[in-house]
């Protein structure tokens, strides 16, 4: 505690010499942060861990919540500019291809770029600096020590990721040859994490690329237009939300899919049944493969609200993924392996609830 508190102090004496210029950032990058105020970031809940203090976004890292700040806008590719500077033993991180909060695993869903206090330390994992968390290795291991300014430099551009860290290349991967992150999220919000440590951000610009994936919402927020309802489940729709209460039946996409990602978001609050999405639906006595949806678990912290499953159908195989991690494959062979998508809710369930459903044609 003793040489945090120091640590503190001397960084708040230092930080009077940097200003908010953008440094040898290019002209060409927008600001994320105005080195004044939250203005473009969601910091809410604001329970006093992040301030802004001598153009400096500061972590103090207690209160551990919100564990994450995230940009008002979303991204898909881009070049992004950010420096850090760490506490001792800090571990933190800049998260993309992230969700509103509560929505499912975010370093797992997303990336993030891990952030550590571990200069000149060998790299053993992928909570390495410069490691894509849970997913890669970086290729070195440049950072600084704890109390100096470090700089990310990222290029996000599907499927290639390439990030600098004190200019030296760390990541330069093709996200498609790799199963730890060819399905990961391509849009969302940019976020800085709290991991309960001290830690300092500045310089955060961004300089947008194009688009490139092309998503198909099945929902759209306000009624159950593209679905019919079969059986006697309780589905409505409030809030932006689809809501079953109880009852058993389905929700069946009027259209039929083969070759496709397709992602639901689903909360369910109440175990007991065997709710989840049945796909390759081609009637109830041919109803294709099932995936139950599943709860966060003992020592579910109360923000989180929903878990995201892929079904990847392409060729021979199809791949379900919860909350970023494979936990199912089923081979074709000789079955169909195309039809409609059928949501269940199961009598023995309590409420369920699906903000978000969508579809990528894989073909």
Known sequence: MKNTLLLVAVFSVVSISFVIAQDDI?????????????????IEPDL???HVEEGLIICKGVPKDPYLILTNREYENFELYADFRMSQNCNSGILFSQLDRGWARESYVGFEIQISDDAGKEIKGTSSCGSVYNALLPLSNPVKPFGQWNR????????????????????DVNLEEHDETRFKLRKGFIGLQNHGKYVEYKN????????????????NGKDFLGW???GNANWSVNNGEIISTGGDGWLISEKEFENYEFRIFAGKFENGGTSGVYYNWNGEKDPGFKTEFLDWGPGNKIDKKYLLTQIINSGTISYIRNNGNLIQSNSFHNTIKKGRIAIYHSKNDGVVKIPKISIKDLT
Do not use: H, S
């Open 26 to 42: 290019p002209e060409d990058f927008i600001p994320l942060f105005n080195g004044k105020d939250f203005t473009g970031w969601n």
């Open 48 to 50: 006093g861990a992040w």
């Open 152 to 171: 990310y430099y990222i290029i996000m551009d599907w499927p290639i990721l390439r990030v600098w860290l004190n200019g030296q290349v760390i990541q």
């Open 204 to 219: 955060v610009c961004i300089k947008e690329l194009p688009p490139k994936e092309k998503v198909t919402e099945l929902f």
């Open 228 to 230: 019919e309802k079969l």
